[in-house]
């Protein structure tokens, strides 16, 4: 992973490349950042960089057999841990090494994927993985051993925020106290769901989303589209990358979503004073619990940013509007005037709430039915 291919963050990279030649580098490490900003990406190219001696930015004029085994992610000195769920063939006690195989395959096929992209890529969409003991131990194991090339070991911890309190625990003896010449990397995109402990004892490193001038630089030169389409695309996707490739490919999820939601708003709309909108509002419920909970979570994550992109329009902020709804006879700017500052607040609230209950696997059905009758009474707020 090259330095250059990474897009932005280029006062990030110099801090990276200019910490590891002069040999200052922190045994612990935090990037955080939104998908789609180049977490996973970065870290990659970091760890290339530092364990094959690389001089220059894009990753060369080193050891070029150790560059040569990046090109497959398989360098022994190189690590991973990433949330895992049990699968037909893992059936239970799943950990990172199982998976191996398909992780190498996910990352080179996109490095900016997502943690419900590597879901969608096991075939486990309905299951909410998580960082285990057994993960830990894994660790503990093989960062024991010598480095195969005599230089560091670097251990890299994907969506770090998924250790459970068993991993997190064994983990926080290891930062306390790293083998020589051992780096943690660890990768969150949401750096407060980090056990306290751990966040104070790691080097942090925030990631901002990549300006839309180099998304759609990217698209034109790696794909070769018009650049009108690549800038509107850009545009839509609002600093991430990830999501830029998911409307380029159109594959994303926006366009189902934004069905439920309009049926969603449109049954809230009406159920004053109509019991039976009601029952449309528990068929809706019953419709979205048969999902599995990351999507659950996607999703209402995609209603927050609808009704905050509805807010914008209602208070004329349009140049921050970037949402174009393609359901039929459903308009933005219609919609907009009936989110306004006295209801935008609870109506986050009870989403944000209902995404809390939804990860702790809480009923489905009964939290959507819940926050689907709260918003009945909170979108005729005045």
């Known amino acids: 992973m090259q330095f250059s291919a990474i897009l932005g963050q280029k006062h990030i990279k110099n801090h990276l490349t200019q910490s590891a030649s002069s040999g200052r580098i922190p045994h612990a490490q935090l990037f955080t950042g939104p998908e789609g900003s180049g ?13 094959c001696q690389n001089t220059l930015s894009d990753n060369s004029n080193g050891n070029e057999s150790c560059n040569l085994k990046f090109e497959s992610l398989g360098h022994p000195d190189l690590h991973f841990v990433y949330p895992t769920v049990s699968t037909e063939e893992v059936k239970s006690k799943p950990k990172s090494i199982d998976f191996i195989s398909e992780w190498r395959a996910f990352v080179l096929q996109n490095p900016y994927g997502s943690l419900s992209d590597w879901y969608a890529f096991l075939g486990v969409q309905n299951k ?66 980090l056990i306290s402990t751990i966040r104070s004892r790691c080097q942090a490193i925030h990631f901002n989303g990549i300006p839309e001038t180099e998304i759609t630089k990217a698209l034109i030169d790696l794909h070769n589209i018009d650049s009108k389409i690549a800038q509107n695309i850009a545009h839509q996707a609002q600093g991430n990358y990830n999501k830029a490739l998911h409307l380029l490919h159109q594959d994303a999820d926006d366009l189902v979503f934004e069905e439920w939601f309009v049926v969603w708003v449109r049954a809230a709309f009406k159920a004053k004073g109509n019991a039976s909108a009601i029952q449309d509002l528990i068929e809706w419920s019953e419709q979205i619990a048969q999902l599995g909970r990351e999507r659950q979570k996607k999703f209402l994550s995609f209603c927050i940013e609808m009704f905050r992109q509805a807010l914008l329009l209602n208070y004329q902020a349009n140049s921050l509007v970037y949402m174009e709804p393609k359901v039929e006879k459903f308009k933005l700017e219609n919609f907009a005037p009936f989110i306004h500052g006295g209801n935008i607040q609870p109506i986050y609230e009870k989403i944000a709430e209902a995404m809390y209950h939804i ?6 059905k009964i939290i959507l039915t819940d926050l689907s009758i709260q918003l009945t009474r909170l979108i005729h707020k005045k």
């Open 128 to 193: 909410q993985g998580e960082i285990r003991v057994d993960d830990a131990q894994e660790i503990l194991k093989s960062l024991a051993l010598k480095s195969y090339e005599g230089g560091h070991k670097i251990m890299i911890v994907w969506m770090a925020d998924k250790l459970n309190t068993a991993a997190a625990n064994k983990l926080l003896k290891l930062l306390e106290e790293p083998p020589e010449k051992t780096i943690f990397i660890l990768i969150t995109e949401n750096e407060e769901s």
């Open 359 to 364: 990860e702790r696997n809480g009923n489905a």
């Open 39 to 51: 977490t996973l990406a970065t870290a990659i190219a970091y760890a290339q960089y530092i364990l």
